[in-house]
């Protein structure tokens, strides 16, 4: 939201704006995912690389539910942003919280491969926006 008598950029001609990085950041997490899959599967069995990969959907899941229902919520009115932000960060914590016990309690061998590959993709997700940001953002908006 803009200062008190400064003008917000518009945005109106370019609607894809908050959700363009998306496929990148996608493709970046799959990859991550099955090189993942695959060192699991090789140091710890099946579970693990279920586990790992699991762990990097359930992160990508997240961000890309934030991503959206914030995009639809700037989209409406900017203010919402707040409110729909920390609803939903509290409601998906509150879920993973929840899944999280109940998958450790089941004694499955992926629960610390799962743990590495939600972390795993938290790092790398991160890292990903923030190139993102850095360099095919800030090229298009100089341009």
């Known amino acids: 939201m803009a200062e008190p008598g400064v003008a917000a950029e518009p945005v109106a001609d370019d609607r894809g704006w908050r959700l363009r990085h998306l496929p990148v950041l996608l493709a970046v997490s799959a990859a991550v995912a099955a090189l993942g899959a695959a060192a699991g599967g090789v140091l710890g069995g099946a579970d693990a690389a279920l586990g790992v990969a699991a762990g990097v959907a359930v992160t990508v899941a997240s961000y890309v539910l934030t991503t959206v229902v914030l995009a639809w919520a ?3 009115n900017p203010q919402l942003v707040l409110p729909f932000g920390v609803g939903l ?4 914590f509150t879920l993973l919280g929840g899944v999280m016990v109940a998958v450790a309690s089941t004694g499955w061998a992926g629960v610390v491969p799962l743990c590495l590959g ?3 993709g938290v790092v790398v997700w ?3 926006h923030i190139w993102w940001i850095s360099t ?3 090229r ?3 341009g």
């Open 74 to 76: 700037d989209a409406r």
């Open 89 to 92: 960060y509290v409601a998906k």
């Open 118 to 120: 939600i972390a795993v």
């Open 126 to 128: 991160t890292g990903a």
């Open 136 to 138: 095919v953002h800030a």
């Open 140 to 142: 298009r908006s100089r």
